[in-house]
């Protein structure tokens, strides 16, 4: 007979913190006033502090928890304090774009809240049923947040195709599973690790399971040919949910990459190998190529963010081919400097484009540098660390892939990459340009800006600085959480 | 061994052929005077007032919605009350706290409205 | 009566499994792709059951619960995404669903 021991409930007391705010703004919704909903806005908050907080209250007890399932490990920690990191800046974000758009339903920061416990939960699970859960609750929040400006007819059709590509992946992901624990008996992985490992274990059939997991996987972080749902869906939603969702359940789904591609580089051989140094190579052309025609800014960071899933495939090809734990730190480097950049470019256009999100051609930044300097010199910076100007978070974190990459002797793969990061400069630099260069009356909004926003962008700023000028701290710590426990 | 299921595939056989027969005959043999009012769909002799494809009220779909996902969450029920007894309060006090979580739903879509039918 | 053994089973799960992905990647109807979907949980809920019966535990069966009430809750977040595109779209077409290009 098993029960729940202290120590098991310690070890996902961040989660179980998440849930409870997230229940508790749920059921106070109906009964705050419309005018007051800030209110649950700023309690959300307190959730996501307060399960930050978790972490230090708790003594330090890496550990399997619940029979196996939960994996308390260095490498889940980082991950969730990513996802708190992502909430806290994404609501922060939200709070003043809600009320500008009339959409100011506190629905929107339980949805936050529950689509981090799922990916807290994708990182942190080492048992497939978990993070088939994980993965579904953090999705299916993501659908609903999607379409979340529901009488806009572009935030509709991006919420159903999110959602149609999104369950039909899930569901690829699901065969995958099954056929999984059909060949092995089991779901855990570790198990699973210890059960392929041994000699005629793995046969065609294992490998199409694996493929099939992959595909579901891909889907979530957008690796060609699993591309064309990013640019409708980041351009369709909301732009504070798109900071939220081109980041977070897209490290989410990395993490789970990670987890399961690693544990199994071994046994699986170079198969596995080579589809993730396939779909790198493609994922970062395609992306960046495709980013160049662009004359929407949400449609081209979509694209941009198909291309740096590339750039992150890059770090977990060359884990897989060295084995050593330079890849996954860097992984889960480019990971967190990422998110902090394309959370602040999103929330900063979410402001940029006004009421109704009507200004977000590249077109309606002309001449905003005079205009708005304070808000197009932080765009500006974010659109450097983007393409990985020196001195920006954005410059180590590719810094740390390529290096990995060459220490594992994926050259060609590496040029591949270096290449990308050159045409990219193109069209992050186009919108600086467009801004600064060009002639005109920006039609943008160039309202101040509301002081949680200005919080978020200024955190988001300072990690990407402190990323790019002292990065060795930080490297450090990825380090250390690289080595997945199982 | 294999006759149980024997058994049952002559039976289904029987069943296609009577039906089969008993349809194809009235087909065949049957005198098909068509007028307006056969034609007519049957609603239990009362005269069927417009088409049956008409909009449905959005309250449908919503009650409809909410039945299914309260539905299957009762589906958990049945492996916890098999084994109840060897849980003790274990079981006891995890199985609260779901009904818990979802009487939180339930509060929240009967404040929000959802289940007012007039609305 | 002889058991049915799990290979069948296996077989009706890939059947199902390929007619839910035809349907996917054929039907334009929101709502069939939808149900097409559920095709697919299902044979997967086909799968772990018989996988589970072969091992002889009950981890399959609990997944399959689980898988169960994923398939509602996707449902009810679909027909709801599709009630507000259709209030706005006044179609569930999926080929009309095109204000961002594809």
Same mark, same amino acid.
């Given at each position: 007979?098993?029960?729940? %021991? ?62 196996? %399932? ?22 922060? *974000? ?60 572009? %935030? ?6 999110? #959602? ?7 569901? #690829? +992901? ?39 997991? #992959? ?28 900071? +939220? ?22 046994? %699986? ?70 998110? +902090? ?32 300097? *304070? ?19 954005? #410059? ?91 | ?5 024997? $058994? ?5 056989? &029987?069943?296609?052929?009577?039906? &089969? ?13 068509? $007028? ?44 916890? &009350? ?10 006891? $006090? ?26 | ?40 949980? =299902?044979?997967? =809920? ?41 209030? =706005?779209?006044?179609?569930? =077409? ?9």
């Amino acid at each position: 007979m098993t029960t729940v %021991s202290i120590p098991d409930v310690m070890r996902i007391l961040p989660e179980l913190i998440l849930a409870g705010f997230a229940i508790l703004v749920m059921l106070f919704e109906p009964f705050v006033p419309a005018g007051r909903k800030r209110v649950l806005g700023w309690i959300a908050l307190l959730g996501v502090l307060v399960a930050g907080m978790a972490f230090t209250w708790a003594p330090p007890n890496a550990g399997m928890a619940f029979s196996g %399932s939960i994996a308390a490990d260095g490498f889940s920690y980082f991950f969730i304090f990513l996802f708190l990191t992502i909430a806290a800046l994404a609501l922060l *974000g939200s709070i003043n774009y809600l009320e500008r758009d009339n959409i100011h339903h506190a629905e929107y920061y339980a949805l936050i809240l529950f689509s981090t416990v799922g990916m807290c939960f994708m990182a942190a699970s080492a048992e497939l049923i978990m993070i088939f859960l994980g993965l579904e609750i953090s999705s299916l929040s993501t659908y609903v947040l999607a379409g979340f400006r529901r009488h806009d007819p572009r %935030s509709n059709e991006s919420a159903m195709k999110y #959602f149609l590509l999104g369950s039909f992946a899930t569901a #690829f +992901f699901l065969y995958g599973i099954a056929f999984v624990y059909g060949l092995t008996g089991t779901t855990n992985l570790v198990d699973l690790a210890a059960d392929l490992a041994q000699p005629g274990k793995w046969s065609t059939l294992t490998r199409a399971a694996l493929i099939l997991m #992959f595909v579901g996987l891909a889907f979530k972080v957008s690796t060609v040919p699993f591309q064309i749902w990013t640019p409708d869906v980041y351009q369709g939603a909301p732009a504070p949910v798109t900071a +939220f969702l081109s980041t977070g359940p897209k490290a989410a789904a990395f993490a789970v990459l990670v987890r399961i591609f690693l544990g199994l580089a071994g046994p %699986s051989g170079p198969a596995a190998f080579w589809v993730i140094w396939i779909s790198a190579a493609l994922t970062m052309t395609v992306g960046n190529f495709a980013a160049l025609l662009q004359k929407n800014v949400k449609r081209m960071l979509a694209y941009s963010a198909i291309a740096h899933a590339g750039y992150v495939l890059v770090g977990l090809a060359a884990a897989m081919a060295s084995g050593s734990t330079e890849g996954a730190s860097a992984v889960l480097f480019y990971l967190a400097a990422y998110a +902090f950049m394309n959370v602040g470019a999103f929330l900063l256009i979410a402001h940029l484009a006004g009421p109704g999100e009507g200004r977000t051609e590249i077109s309606d930044f002309t001449g905003l540098g005079r205009a708005a300097p *304070g808000a197009a010199a932080c765009l500006t910076v974010f659109m450097l660390s983007l393409s990985g100007i020196p001195s920006t978070a954005g #410059f180590f974190a590719k810094f740390y892939v390529f290096r990995a990459s060459v220490h594992a002797g994926l050259i060609g793969l590496t040029i591949i990459a270096v290449l990308n990061s050159v045409v990219s400069v193109y069209y992050y630099l186009n919108l600086v340009v467009t801004m600064y260069m060009r002639e005109g009356e920006p039609q943008a909004a160039r309202t101040p800006m509301p002081l949680p926003l200005y919080s978020a962008i200024a955190a988001s700023l300072f990690a990407i600085f402190y990323l790019g000028l002292y990065p060795n701290h930080f490297l450090l710590l990825s380090t250390l959480s690289s080595k997945p426990l199982p | 061994m294999e006759s149980g299921y024997l $058994t049952i595939l002559i039976y289904i056989g &029987a069943v296609v052929f009577l039906s &089969a027969a008993i349809l194809g005959m009235s087909a065949w043999v049957g005198v098909k005077r068509p $007028t307006r009012e056969k034609l007519s769909p049957y609603e239990c002799g009362i005269q069927p007032v417009g088409d049956a494809r008409e909009r449905f009220s959005i309250s449908f779909y919503l009650v409809g919605m909410l039945f299914i996902l309260f539905d299957v969450e009762a589906v958990f029920l049945y492996p916890w &009350a098999v084994v109840y007894k060897e849980l003790k309060w274990f079981g006891f $006090t995890e199985m609260l706290l779901y009904i818990l979580i979802l009487l939180a739903g339930y509060v929240y879509i009967w404040k929000k409205g959802a289940l007012d039918w007039s609305r | 009566m002889m058991p049915i053994p799990p290979t069948w089973c296996v077989y009706l799960g890939t059947g199902l499994f390929t007619i839910g992905v035809i349907g996917v990647l054929t039907r334009r109807n929101v709502i069939i792709i939808l149900m097409s979907i559920e095709l697919i949980l =299902n044979a997967v =809920n086909i799968n772990l059951v018989a996988f589970s019966r072969y091992f002889g535990e009950v981890d399959g069966q609990i997944f399959a619960i689980f898988v169960i009430t994923d398939a509602a809750a996707e449902a009810a977040v679909g027909l709801g995404l599709l009630i507000a595109l259709f209030r =706005n779209k006044e179609t569930v =077409n999926a080929d009309e669903i095109d204000l961002l290009k594809w």
